[in-house]
């Protein structure tokens, strides 16, 4: 494996890690405590608390989705690209789409607990909801803030490591092919092969030595 290879595992496995960390984070800190002190709109406080919880929950499987597969492919030493008709887990064929897949859900995780934390302070009022809000609301928006700017970090860099690894391999394989035009002779065309014998026939010094 190359430089590149080893620097796109390498941010692979730091992404794995945030994304799973970061959900389970936001986990502990809001699922012993229900919707409890999270401003007199109780209804307010539910929708908060349920949003939180499924869209972490979609990040915690698409985390697991991810190790699945690529253990299998380890395993079986293939590729997504050929075992997706195959096998269910290979529904992303590469990291970036991955990464592409997952700054989606942390831009939607974003958008929808920002704004429903915002609703909540709105609805239930800032005195009731302050505890909460410093305790649990602003870690967890902060947390999917990190998870998403993680995810378009590792998307972009992805996308320019691919590219450059792209180029390396036209460049290897152009080299390649100029040392081997330049190893193998160039046959003759048959056109001038012709107009060589005929200049060999009509030239006098020929026709003598064959007399």
Same mark, same amino acid.
């Given at each position: ?16 890690? %945030? ?99 915002? %609703? ?12 909460? !809000? ?17 995810? %378009? ?18 460049? !290897? ?39």
């Amino acid at each position: 494996m190359g430089a590149i290879g080893k620097a796109k595992v390498f941010l692979w496995i730091f992404t794995i890690v %945030i994304m799973f960390g970061g959900s389970l984070a936001v986990f502990i800190i809001n699922k012993p405590l229900g919707w409890a002190n999270l401003g007199k709109n109780e209804l307010a406080g539910k929708v908060w608390y349920n949003a939180v919880i499924a869209l972490h929950a979609v990040y915690i499987i698409g985390v697991g989705f991810e190790l699945i597969s690529r253990a299998y492919l380890v395993m079986v030493g293939s590729s997504c690209s050929e075992q997706r008709r195959g096998f269910l887990c290979c529904f992303v064929y590469s990291m970036s789409a991955w990464w592409k897949l997952m700054m989606i859900l942390g831009i939607i995780t974003v958008v929808i607990t920002g704004g429903l934390t915002a %609703i909540v302070i709105v609805l239930g009022g800032f005195n009731s909801v302050k505890d909460a !809000l410093f305790k649990r609301m602003a870690p967890t928006v902060g947390i999917s803030l990190i998870q998403t700017i993680l995810s %378009i970090v590792s998307f972009t860099t992805s996308k320019k490591l691919q590219k450059i690894q792209d180029e390396e391999e036209e460049a !290897l394989h152009g080299t390649k092919k100029e040392d081997l035009a330049k190893s193998t002779p160039t046959p003759q065309p048959p056109v001038k092969e012709k107009e060589k014998e005929k200049e060999k026939e009509s030239d006098p010094s020929a026709i003598v030595s064959s007399a």
